[in-house]
């Protein structure tokens, strides 16, 4: 699991400057992620510099750049894709500048950033695949299909390793399509359609996320089936309109990951700030939630 982190230490983050370069805005677990630290930054007087790359791994990059320019006194992003980060996180540590990486991990080694913060996204694979068995434990087949997340990201490749895990063996678990939706609604709706016009007998839709699952149902009522019952859908976030979904009857099952990280991100920050060692991987505490479950939660969700 991960390691614990020193309580914050206001004094190195008043005033400190921090740029943090963001995905974008694809989805309502962005958004909510944004708020949270954009919110953080503010309770500790942090003096943000935040970037959005609209999904452009060329534009983060840009934006990183810029802040080893600047002398930022401590670089934190979430990395669009897992490849291709060698280089701008070697130029930061030539300039002395710490880096930390939340939510997206990366496959650069390790000694190029302080830490990452995040979530176990091949174990919430797992868990929506345990979900699935479980679920259709008496069908003789599953035809499934799978709304991916945006393609080399690490929440993509890893819900998908974690499916498989659990179920790539399993040949009662027929995959009839797999493609990406680029984790917006939008995308899950126009693929969703696709493959309804293609496949006439999906029993299940696995998607990386809510809003993408979000999109599926669209499709799913649009072509004249009902969602949670024809075709059941599992997701991953639980954000307030995947849960209301849930609650309704229309999402199956979601898998939580949370969105929550700007308190982990600043108390490693002043940490790092301080010279204090910390942990190298920090993980997010979650859960995840069947349609009953989601209805008691619902009321005192923060996003
Ligand atoms: O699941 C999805 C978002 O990186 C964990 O990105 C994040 C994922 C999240 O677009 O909704």
Same mark, same amino acid.
């Given at each position: 699991g991960g390691g614990e982190l020193p309580p914050v230490d206001p004094a190195q983050l008043d005033g400190a400057v921090i740029g943090f370069a963001q995905v974008g805005s694809e989805s309502g677990w962005r958004s909510a992620n944004t708020d949270d630290i954009k919110a953080t930054a503010e309770k500790y007087n942090v003096d943000l510099q935040f970037t959005s790359a609209e999904g452009d791994q060329a534009k983060q990059i840009a934006s990183i750049k810029t802040f080893i320019t600047q002398g930022v006194d401590l670089i934190?992003?979430?990395?669009?894709?897992? +490849? $291709?980060?060698?280089?701008?996180?070697?130029?930061? !540590?030539?300039?002395?500048?710490?880096?930390?990486?939340?939510?997206?991990?990366?496959?650069?080694?390790?000694?190029?950033?302080?830490?990452?913060?995040?979530?176990?996204?091949?174990k919430e694979g797992e868990k929506a695949a345990t979900w699935a068995k479980d679920e259709f434990a008496d069908a003789s087949e599953v035809n499934m299909v799978v709304l991916e997340g945006t393609t080399g990201s690490a929440p993509a490749n890893d819900r998908k390793t974690g499916w498989e895990n659990v179920?790539?063996?399993?040949?009662?678990?027929?995959?009839?399509?797999?493609? +990406? $939706?680029?984790?917006?609604?939008?995308?899950?709706? !126009?693929?969703?359609?696709?493959?309804l016009a293609k496949y006439p007998d999906i029993d299940l839709v696995y998607a990386h996320n809510d809003d993408m699952g979000l999109g599926a149902i669209e499709a799913i009522e649009a072509a004249g089936k009902v969602p949670g019952k024809d075709i059941k859908i599992v997701t991953v976030d639980a954000v307030k309109a995947g849960m209301e979904a849930l609650a309704a009857g229309k999402i199956n099952y979601i898998v939580e990951c949370s969105p929550l990280l700007g308190e982990q991100l600043f108390a490693a920050s002043s940490a790092v700030l301080a010279g204090q060692e910390i942990p190298a991987r920090i993980i997010t505490i979650e859960g995840e939630f069947d349609q009953e479950q989601a209805k008691a939660a619902l009321p005192d969700r923060k996003y």
């Open positions: 934190a992003f979430s990395p669009v894709v897992e +490849t $291709g980060w060698d280089s701008v996180l070697e130029e930061a !540590k030539t300039a002395g500048i710490p880096v930390i990486l939340t939510d997206r991990a990366v496959d650069s080694d390790p000694s190029l950033y302080k830490t990452f913060i995040g979530s176990d996204f091949i179920l790539g063996a399993d040949a009662k678990f027929k995959t009839l399509a797999s493609q +990406t $939706g680029d984790f917006t609604r939008d995308g899950g709706k !126009k693929v969703m359609e696709g493959f």
